[in-house]
């Protein structure tokens, strides 16, 4: 078994390839139940209320008028009277009903008291606060940055903000939980872990953990934020069990975005140099940023590129607003945004060539040759050469930036592979898919190795009743589950050889299967059918799993993104005009899929970069725009031209879930940069940050 | 984009408004949206009234059946084609009509099912993303999303799928900006929109074919 590569891309018939997913008629044609979409006989609607303040002490909560109402089934406080609530959102307490509406009018006769207290929701004001700001952990390499100050040849001073984002994720964060019995029960949650929630369930519920199923077929994005069922998990399963009824709870829009996770922000202070020949120096940095009420901010800083001489020191500052939770590439597309800022500011200062110092800064020749890849796809030689000179309305310019990810697998999983005397092939894995495809890999992965069309195998995922499997999370869901799936194919493609070999006369290590056949290798006269096999096959068919082979798989992948832009500086409107993503993929298991995922990284980095910015109001501690239209993500209108170039690297499969998202904003703000000359250094780029920034120059 | 076409044709506004207990309708940008005005926001609804008074019989066409239902008034077409009928296609994600998840035909035009009361879409024929094909019968705008890979998680997916199809019935000669504008109402977290495009462009070209 040390031997198992991953298949000749000549040679395949699907992996490897382009291959449209196999889920994709149930999604396309509307029968795909995601969990928002299950309605079980008797089930009841639950509904939170929650916290109008951003810091408040709960003095009392009175209940009865809403155990009184009319269909009202359950009722039950999730905060104690006495309790302080960090943020405005959070749960205060949850009713169950026979219909929503019911439920709305119930949560709304809960009379609250509270004792309100002065909040802070930025982390622009709360750090003002000593009290609210953590120890600074501090990073150092080499000599002190401030004795470049005066002998580089570029320096610069500059601040810079990357606002907290949302996820957004189009089907919010919610359960159907159903008690079966006293200890057993099945609950479907739109989760990134099928069998971390069913942990995660059962112990706080206190029955066995292989008593409760958990069910996520379909989910509609997670993008981080749903690896845990969360408070309002555990809330519909009591309210289930108080009801005596099935209880579906989903949060509603507003409900999703204030406590449904959210991408903290960054806010640098930044001293920099760069030698005459493009080396970076020095860096100095004060990064300060908010996961909410509690503590533990940081971006990894400075990022990708080489400075030997550093000092960067972290402030964590503790905000009355929703807790952050991981958002795809946490810190990452940050980092990026702030690192590649002062990259170009410092490039553009010596008037260098930005691919060739970018080049010149970092260690990956895989990088440096995405770099030039990318530089000749966008023509990068078409790029301002001195940006701030254009007189036109609508200036047009070209910017760079890079990434990095890890993407490698983790152990743990297994996948099951069956056979059935008559031919049908089962296989199945308690993964999930968030919409990367994962599904379509695992019948791409057992169709190519028994030779049989994809919709030949049954591709079973997403209930913990199946083989365990890691979150989906950090890219490493394919790097995780296909080399599980290989092994189980191969370990099931070997009984069946066990069962053929003498029907053909020749031993099992001379056969293959291929277009539905089992045969001697390269002679197909010595064939059968592949169910003329599986008639034969033992009573019970064939049944046979796999575990993780880390030598299938590979971690650590590189990326580079070119972005076009066009600014009418009449209006300061940014419009992307075309994006370059090149991105390292290892052996991507299904081409299509993998570049839908860059796609979508680009698509969303362009949100980050021009649209996406969580507004609290200051005064109230409450989000302004915890919806989806003042909340502002990119629509059709807003989509450029995305090429995707999937770098083949070597012949392991990598992640690539996360990493295309990460360039993008920052490669944007360079590009407008490019185009006219003005540097962006608060995300997100609006027409009024774009004057803004024009004034200060002038 | 959904063009929002109020019709009431089965139900008076005296009959609504009896039926809605102290609710009144308000018409803005095309769509009508019920607001409960008695007093405080917050307070509950009348005493006793909530669970089966103020009931009223909804008759709604879907995807060429006929559904009888007895509905609060303020409930939405997409709250009762999902919670009632378990047509579950269009799907429900901002509800206030910023995402076009929820996009449904009404007689052939689409709009925006959660700021459609199901009381309202009475006489009209719905027909959801269930009625233009199946998994094993795809329209060509389905078998077209799924070949180029115009959908990622789907939760959009329906959405988008239906505000293409209703560009291309109201002009089959459509060209790619055509196209692009038709889904100017629809919002796909998952980024995958240049696949939209690509497939209502394949699309169109595969109706004209055929």
């Given at each position: 078994m040390q031997d198992v590569r991953w298949n000749d891309p000549k040679t395949t018939q699907y992996v490897n390839k382009h291959v449209p997913r196999v889920d994709g008629p149930g999604k396309v044609a509307g029968t795909a139940k995601y969990t928002f979409d299950i309605v079980l006989p008797g089930m009841l609607y639950g509904k939170i209320l929650r916290c109008p303040h951003a810091l408040a002490t709960v003095q009392a909560i009175d209940t009865s008028a809403a155990k009184a109402m009319p269909g009202v089934r359950a009722v039950i406080e999730m905060a104690r009277e006495g309790a302080t609530m960090r943020y405005a959102g959070q749960e205060v307490a949850a009713v169950a009903a026979d219909s929503e509406e019911i439920a709305l009018d119930a949560i709304r006769a809960i009379r609250v008291s509270y004792d309100v207290q002065s909040h802070a929701v930025t982390t622009l004001t709360a750090m003002k606060d000593a009290s609210r700001v953590s120890a600074p952990e501090e990073q150092a390499r080499g000599q002190d940055p401030g004795q470049f100050w005066s002998s580089a040849a570029a320096v610069i001073e500059e601040e810079y903000y990357c606002p907290v984002r949302g996820h957004l994720c189009l089907e919010s964060h919610g359960i159907v939980f159903r008690w079966d019995a006293d200890d057993r029960a099945t609950c479907w949650v739109s989760t990134q872990a099928v069998h971390g929630v069913a942990g995660e369930l059962s112990g706080g519920l206190g029955i066995p953990q292989e008593n409760l199923t958990v069910i996520c077929e379909y989910m509609g994005g997670g993008f981080g934020s749903k690896f845990g069922a969360g408070v309002e998990g555990a809330t519909c399963a009591r309210l289930a069990k108080a009801a005596g009824k099935p209880v579906k709870l989903m949060l509603d829009r507003y409900e999703d975005q204030v406590a449904g996770g959210n991408a903290p922000d960054a806010y640098m202070k930044c001293k920099a140099a760069m030698a005459a020949d493009g080396k970076l120096l020095a860096i100095e940095a004060d990064l300060y940023g908010t996961n909410g009420p509690g503590r533990g901010w940081g971006v990894p800083f400075p990022y990708i590129y080489g400075v030997p001489n550093f000092r960067v020191r972290t402030h964590s500052v503790s905000t009355n607003a929703g807790a952050a939770r991981a958002w795809r590439a946490p810190g990452h597309p940050q980092a990026s945004f702030l690192m590649e800022s002062v990259v170009d500011e410092l490039i553009c200062k010596l008037g260098l060539d930005g691919v060739k110092v970018r080049q010149m800064n970092q260690g990956s020749q895989v990088r440096s040759a995405q770099l030039e890849l990318g530089a000749a796809k966008i023509g990068w030689e078409r790029r301002n050469k001195n940006p701030g000179q254009a007189t036109g309305r609508y200036q047009r310019g070209i910017g760079c930036a890079v990434s990095t990810w890890g993407g490698g697998g983790r152990g743990g999983s297994r996948c099951d592979v069956k056979i059935g005397q008559d031919g049908s092939v089962w296989a199945g894995i308690g993964t999930q898919d968030l919409g990367t495809g994962a599904r379509t890999v695992v019948a791409m992965i057992v169709a190519e190795d028994l030779g049989l069309p994809l919709e030949r195998v049954k591709a079973d995922i997403g209930k913990s009743s199946l083989g365990s499997s890691v979150g989906s999370g950090g890219s490493v869901t394919t790097a995780s589950i296909a080399p599980t799936i290989k092994m189980a194919v191969l370990a099931a493609r070997a009984r069946l050889f066990e069962t053929a070999a003498p029907l053909l006369g020749?031993?099992?290590?001379e056969l293959e299967c291929a277009k539905g056949r089992v045969q001697a290798r390269g002679n197909p006269s010595k064939s059968l059918r592949f169910e003329e096999v599986c008639a034969k096959l033992p009573a019970g068919g064939i049944s046979e799993s796999g575990s993780w082979n880390g030598a299938l798989q590979q971690g650590g992948v590189a990326g580079a993104q070119f972005v076009e832009v066009e600014v009418d500086t009449w209006t300061g409107n940014v419009r992307p005009i075309k994006v370059v993503a090149v991105q390292d993929c290892g052996y991507a298991i299904n081409r299509l899929t993998a570049e839908s995922q860059v796609i979508g990284g680009v698509i969303q980095g362009l949100g980050m970069a021009l649209l996406e910015d969580r507004r609290m109001d200051v005064p109230t501690g409450r989000q302004l725009n915890a919806n989806i239209e003042s909340y502002r993500v990119i629509g059709a209108m807003e989509v450029p031209d995305v090429e995707v170039v999937l770098f083949d690297t070597h012949d392991k499969v990598a992640g690539i879930g996360e990493p295309p998202v990460i360039p993008t904003a920052a490669a944007t703000i360079n590009a407008i940069y490019n185009a006219t000359g003005v540097r962006i250094r608060?995300?997100?780029?609006?027409p009024k940050r774009w004057f803004d920034a024009l004034g200060a120059k002038s | 984009m959904p063009e929002d076409s109020p019709n009431r044709r089965s139900l008076s506004r005296r009959k609504f408004l009896r039926g809605a207990g102290t609710a009144i309708a308000v018409t803005g940008a095309g769509a009508l949206i019920s607001t409960k005005v008695n007093g405080d926001a917050t307070e509950p609804a009348e005493q006793g009234g909530t669970a089966q008074e103020g009931l009223v019989d909804v008759t709604l066409k879907v995807n060429g059946k006929t559904h009888q239902l007895k509905l609060q008034p303020r409930v939405t077409l997409l709250d009762a084609l999902r919670e009632r009928l378990q047509i579950t296609g269009p799907k429900k994600v901002c509800d206030r009509g910023n995402c076009g998840a929820c996009t449904v035909l009404r007689d052939g035009k689409p709009v925006y099912a959660c700021l459609t009361l199901a009381v309202d879409a009475q006489g009209s024929e719905i027909t959801t993303?269930?009625?233009?094909?199946?998994?094993?019968k795809m329209s060509e705008v389905q078998q077209a999303f799924v070949e180029k890979d115009a959908l990622m998680c789907g939760f959009c997916t329906p959405g988008f799928v239906t505000a293409v199809t209703a560009a291309l019935k109201k002009n089959p000669n459509a060209d790619n900006e055509e196209l692009r504008r038709a889904c100017r109402g629809n919002i796909c977290r998952c980024g995958t929109f240049n696949r939209v495009f690509e497939a209502a462009v394949e699309a169109a070209k595969k109706m004209k074919g055929a």
């Open positions: 020749v031993t099992a290590g608060t995300l997100p780029a609006t | 993303v269930e009625g233009f094909g199946t998994p094993e």
